[in-house]
């Protein structure tokens, strides 16, 4: 096959922040815009995870961190909360063979404690099943929340200084960092959020000091390769200035 003939998907268009993270919001109202069910806009939902998820990996973004089920969202009605976890299931046993042959390795971030048992064994087995792939990082923030999560650094670190392993005075900001969920994994590039909406909604308040934040207005079904392109193009356009004069690239 001629360079020409190559389907489009598989060329990036531009070098790929390396982490990107998404709040995949706005599912209910593409739902409602449809007289649908939310039910359906979560389910419309996963097909825009799967999309992009591949669409990631042919850019070349190296890690993916994805919002799929917030602290806050238990307060949610019980059958929505029920239609989300029944999604989260399914997607784990019909797409983990799928993600594992794409090399992809699958992170979980938030409180496993308290979790349906079935639920908690589903994301062992797909951080199990993956642990050696070499490929795209699938990191999914379930049941999370950023405070939540410091909240536990913050404990474990209490108790490190109680078991007098630690010292309060070497307490400092890569003490933090090393007990968060996910403490080898840089800090996201950016963080997309779908909807509209602009806020972080707890979402990686520790690890979001130097984000570039990237609003669309594309509901999360909707959101597709070209989309995400769209968003890394604006990235690409700002100032990455860490609070020094010196603007880095954005890459
Ligand atoms: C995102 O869509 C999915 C989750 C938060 C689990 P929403 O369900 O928040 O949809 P909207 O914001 O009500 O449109
Ligand atoms: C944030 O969206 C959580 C996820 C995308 C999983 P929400 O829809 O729950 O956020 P708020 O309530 O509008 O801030
Ligand atoms: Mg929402």
């Known amino acids: 096959m001629s360079e020409a003939d190559k389907p489009q998907s598989a060329q990036p268009a531009f070098t790929a922040p390396r982490h990107v993270a998404i709040i995949m919001d706005g599912n209910g109202r593409w739902a409602a815009a449809r007289g649908l069910p939310r039910a359906e806009g979560h389910r419309r939902g996963v097909e825009a995870l799967r999309r992009t998820i591949r669409s990631a990996g042919e850019i070349g973004i190296k890690i993916i961190t994805i919002f799929s089920f917030s602290a806050e969202n238990w307060s949610r009605p019980a059958s929505e909360i029920g239609e989300l976890m029944g999604l989260l299931r399914r997607f784990i046993r019909n797409d983990l063979a799928e993600l594992h042959k794409s090399n992809v390795r699958v992170r979980i971030i938030g409180e496993r404690d308290g979790l349906d048992p079935d639920i908690a064994r589903l994301l062992t087995e797909a951080e199990e099943l993956t642990k050696d792939n070499s490929g795209l990082t699938l990191v999914v923030a379930f049941n999370y ?7 536990r650094a913050a404990r474990r670190i209490a ?9 309060t005075a070497d307490i400092g900001l890569e003490t933090i960092g090393r007990f968060l969920d996910a403490p080898d994994l840089p800090d996201p590039d950016l963080i997309i959020r779908t909807s509209g909406e602009q806020r972080l909604s707890n979402f990686l308040l520790w690890q979001s000091a130097y984000s570039e934040l990237v609003f669309v207005p594309t509901n999360w079904p909707d959101f597709d390769r070209a989309t ?14 860490f609070g020094g004069l010196v603007a880095k690239t954005g890459s």
């Open 145 to 151: 929340g950023a405070r939540q999560e410091i909240a």
């Open 159 to 167: 108790e490190e200084v109680a078991a007098g392993r630690m010292a």
């Open 228 to 241: 995400l392109e769209a968003a890394i193009s604006e990235y690409q356009q700002r100032e990455r200035r």
